[in-house]
């Protein structure tokens, strides 16, 4: 990684709370934290943008998109520790985390399963996306409002991992995997392991 981030010791502000909340939770700060914490501004905004998307989808409507897309992108950073939180939120366990990795999305709700091809197909073909599209969500039981969050779900996390990815920001370690499924999240995110059938809609 090219950028130089602020220094920990010299953090202030925003910056200081994003790097005290990593210390926090996991003793270190990532170092995905470290490169957004160069415009703390926007990090600001992003957190704003993702607590006006999650009221209306809830979190297991929010991970759900985060995670296809992350997986679509192959975003190690987001697969980590959007894994983790699925996890911790009792959404799906480590086994069926793994089987996400993957390409089978089964451990999730049919609903959620959903939003995972969708939040995907957003991801690697938006264009060629059609009024079909949302109305399988539709199908799935989500309204106008939520079809629009999910959307911003999807796209909020295109804008994160990509970034991350373009400045070529280091992948640590997220405390609280196993190593199995570990291994399976960053097999996905380097394109290691198949994509099922959802990848093909």
Do not use: W
């Amino acid at each position: 990684m090219i950028i130089t981030p602020p220094a920990i010791d010299d953090a202030t502000g925003h910056v200081a709370e994003m790097y005290a909340t990593d210390v926090d939770d996991d003793g270190f700060v990532f170092a995905h934290t470290q490169a957004m914490a160069l415009n703390p501004e926007a990090h600001e905004a992003f957190l704003t943008l993702i607590k006006a998307i999650v009221p209306s989808i809830g979190i297991r409507g929010y991970e759900a998109a985060t995670l296809g897309a992350a997986r679509a992108i192959g975003s190690g950073h987001c697969l980590l520790m959007h894994g983790r939180k699925t996890v911790r939120a009792g959404i799906v366990d480590e086994d069926g985390l793994s089987d996400f990795a993957r390409g089978d999305d089964s451990a999730f709700g049919e609903a959620e399963q959903v939003i995972i091809s969708y939040a995907q197909r957003l991801s690697t073909d938006p264009a060629s996306m059609t009024d079909a599209d949302t109305q399988a969500l539709r199908d799935a039981g989500y309204s106008d409002r939520q079809i629009v969050d999910i959307t911003l779900a999807a796209a909020a996390r295109n804008y994160f991992s990509r970034a991350l990815l373009a400045l070529a920001v280091p992948l640590d370690e997220v405390p609280g995997l196993g190593p199995s499924v570990s291994e399976a999240l960053r097999g996905a995110a380097s394109g290691h392991s198949p994509v099922g059938p959802t990848a093909d809609l």
